[in-house]
């Protein structure tokens, strides 16, 4: 979508293949319909939380049929901004599934296109381990279209996915396990960061089972019956596995074209989003590079640029921000503190722990954290990370700071607001490690 605008926009002749509904994952099984889902489930407690303020509030009521009634006319509408963009700004619309043919066409519904340019942007697919049962079991592309909420429910894996999911059932009042078979969630995160969540998490009622993973699942009379690796059994109506996605390369004629694919199946390319055939360009989930929306739509920014605007210019993947919109919310943007300790040797880590003013009034006892990762020798601050509400929201603006490679000292001139919890960030003063 984006690659496609903004070449035409720099006067290039564009034409667009689509096999299913314009705006991709992140608009019809990511990130939208996953936000608006954890805006649904985040409502249980802020009804707990308002009886604190004097408010009394009747024992809510969830109606799961008018969240997706709702969801789904809001993905239609997007739907259909995104193709009357596209045809706004002249891009011709080819409905149907492109394989492409050689390093100048592509075929479309049986009709060859040729080009000068091609660009693979085909995304990736979630994929279920091969285990018995495994037909039982759904991926979060499903999850978006469920008939009924489940009583019971597991989700597995223990990336940014399988955390908001497990946080979304368990805010609508489903009974959620949460199992991984590592020890940490959020791998790639600051270790403390995963640790935390976990702890906040539990604390919420989430069953977190860590150390082992469903190898079976068979259906019972009540039910789903998994069987983990590490002995236990588990009864749930509905398993999500959230264990990994897959770039969609399958059968799309590349490897016949002289495109090279890594071996879990991305396209490789080089700092250009150009694969070894250099008409042929890939970027977003298909590289499986950073697999983010807004990584994605530079990517193509930076392609559009680079060939029809005489701008050769390289992706930027450092400093890339990031949120898991789980229950609590939590984001980052840098290094975490052992990959800061890697490259710098020596660090500082400030970070701060506290009840939020919100929760003061009630019996909630959550906690938001807070850290900053400064490399001693510049005292540029390399990482920040954060847990509690609207991490997300104050990541983004801390975010700009760390990528224009802003000092711990210019994060301490500035005066913060207050009352609010991001003003922690411009006011710890006392290292907690080095
Ligand atoms: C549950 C979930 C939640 C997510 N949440 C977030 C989030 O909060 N924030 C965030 O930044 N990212 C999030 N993501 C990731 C984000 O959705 C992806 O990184 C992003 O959509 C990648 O964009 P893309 O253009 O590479 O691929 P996609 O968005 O997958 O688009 C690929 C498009 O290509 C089409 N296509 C595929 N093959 C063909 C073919 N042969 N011919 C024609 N058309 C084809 C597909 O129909 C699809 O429309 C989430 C992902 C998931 C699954």
Not at 22 to 31: A, H
Not at 61 to 69: E, H, P, S, V
Not at 184 to 196: C, K, M, Q, T
Request: net charge positive.
């Amino acid at each position: 979508m984006r690659a496609s605008r903004v070449s035409a926009s720099y006067g290039a002749r564009v034409a667009i293949a689509e096999s299913g509904r314009f705006g991709g994952t992140c608009v019809n099984v990511g990130c939208i319909p996953k936000k608006l889902f954890s805006y649904a489930a985040h409502f249980r407690e802020e009804f707990e939380i308002a009886a604190g303020f004097g408010w009394t509030v009747e024992e809510p009521r969830f109606d799961w049929a008018t969240l997706l009634a709702n969801k789904d006319r809001e993905i239609a509408r997007l739907n259909a901004v995104y193709e009357r963009v596209l045809t706004l700004a002249k891009v011709e619309i080819m409905r149907g599934r492109a394989t492409v043919l050689d390093k100048h066409s592509v075929q479309v519904n049986g009709k060859t296109v040729t080009a000068k340019h091609i660009l693979i942007a085909t995304g990736s697919w979630p994929v279920i381990p091969p285990i018995p049962g495994r037909e039982h079991a759904i991926t979060s592309d499903d999850a978006f279209h469920l008939d009924r909420l489940p009583r019971r429910a597991l989700v597995v894996g223990g990336g940014y996915i399988a955390l908001e999911f497990a946080s979304i059932f368990h805010g609508l009042g489903v009974q959620t396990t949460l199992s991984y078979r590592g020890k940490r969630f959020l791998r790639s995160f600051d270790a403390e960061l995963g640790e935390r969540v976990a702890e906040e998490m539990a604390a919420k009622g989430m069953t977190l089972h860590f150390g082992g993973e469903p190898v079976a699942i068979a259906k019972a009379s009540d039910g789903l019956e998994i069987t983990y690796s590490d002995g236990p059994h588990q009864k749930a109506d509905l398993v999500l596995f959230a264990t990994g996605r897959k770039p969609n390369t399958a059968n799309l004629g590349l490897e016949k074209a002289g495109v090279k694919l890594a071996a879990d199946g991305a396209v490789i390319v080089d700092r250009y989003s150009t694969t070894v055939v250099d008409s042929i360009h890939a970027i977003g989930d298909v590289t499986n590079r950073i697999n983010l929306t807004p990584v994605a739509t530079a990517e193509a920014m930076w392609l559009a640029r680079t060939l029809f605007r005489g701008e050769p210019t390289a992706v930027d993947h450092e400093n890339v921000a990031t949120a898991v919109f789980a229950n609590p919310n939590l984001a980052t943007v840098g290094l975490s503190e052992e990959k800061a300790r890697e490259r710098f040797g020596a660090i500082d880590i400030y970070k701060t722990s506290f009840r939020g003013l919100k929760l003061t009034m009630t019996q909630h006892k959550e906690r938001t954290f807070m850290k900053l990762v400064v490399d001693r020798a510049s005292q540029r601050v390399v990482g920040a990370h954060m847990i509690g509400p609207d991490a997300g929201e104050i990541i983004q603006g801390i975010a700009i700071a760390v990528k224009v490679g802003a000092t711990k000292a210019q994060f301490d001139a500035t005066i913060g607001i207050h009352p609010t919890a991001a003003e922690e960030f411009v006011t710890m003063r006392e290292k907690a490690a080095s």
